[in-house]
């Protein structure tokens, strides 16, 4: 009985052994299995946020490039506006002056001109440029179609005489000089003549003059007139030598006939035609600009027209600010 009880005992305890062994390989092997589903769990959720960084990064660094790309846009959207603008100020505003060679010069600028005419009056009425402010130059040009007539400037202060010339036929020039003293819109102005006939008014605007010393200052050369009674078609500008760099040059022309056609002078602007036509007859003027080079003198400067009639010519040097 003792040893069946032993073996019984020794037995059970055999398999007892057994099944904790068996527990224990099964609670590794699930251990390790685990272990290995945590790594690989781990690993993978380590990858997929590593992918998720990186895919966050380099839509990071896109977003950033996008950025960069705006702001070179934007700024090369500037640089353009800045163009524009430049341009812009180039062409209208009337701020720059070039010389013979293109180049931009300091000189002064044409703001505008205006022009009036009658066919047959004692008086004309005209209006400078809209665009004419404080300190501008304003040149009259005033031709009547009669060789011995008077010409009378308004009646208001500030008026320069530049020059007065009778062709002793059929034409006669007057011009006159002032500085825009008030801010006001440019007023209307009042010119006469003598007896009634064909009349021209010519208004030119000029900005950037010299006027820190005095209005006079603003004139740098008032030259010599020129008169052709015969009647050829070239009428010349006597030359001029400015002893200041950058003055703009002034050249006009006055002419016997309502009908004619200008060619400026070579190397210069046109910048007013004006008519009073009376079946041929009549009156006309016509101007042109230019910058000579430095400390240089004008040469002749000639207007051609498309036939020849009396005529007188006058040249002046507008003094840079």
Known sequence: ?????????????????????KLLTTNLDAALSLGEQLKTANLSAALSIVDQLQTLNLDAMLLGSI????????????????????????????????????????APVLVGTAEFSEDLATTIIGTPHEDTALGDMIVVHFVSDNGAETLTEPSDSGWNLLNSVNSGVNTTYKSWWKI???????????????TSEALCLSFYTFRKVDTTGSPEEALHINGDTDIDAAGSDTVTCLSITPSVDNCLILAMASIDSGNKVFTPPDGMNEISTNFADIGGSGCSSSAATFVPGPNAATGAKSFSLSAGDQWISHMIAIRPA
């Open 67 to 106: 950025l960069v790309t705006a702001n070179l846009d934007a700024a090369i959207t500037t640089e353009i506006l800045k163009t524009a603008n430049l341009n812009a100020a180039l062409a209208g505003s009337g701020s720059e002056t070039t010389d013979l060679n293109g180049s931009l010069v300091d």
């Open 180 to 194: 825009q003293i008030d801010e006001l819109s440019p007023e209307s102005h009042v010119f006469t003549c003598g």
């Open 1 to 21: 009985m003792s040893s069946l009880w032993f073996g019984g005992a020794f037995g059970a305890g055999g398999t007892g052994s057994g099944s904790q062994q």
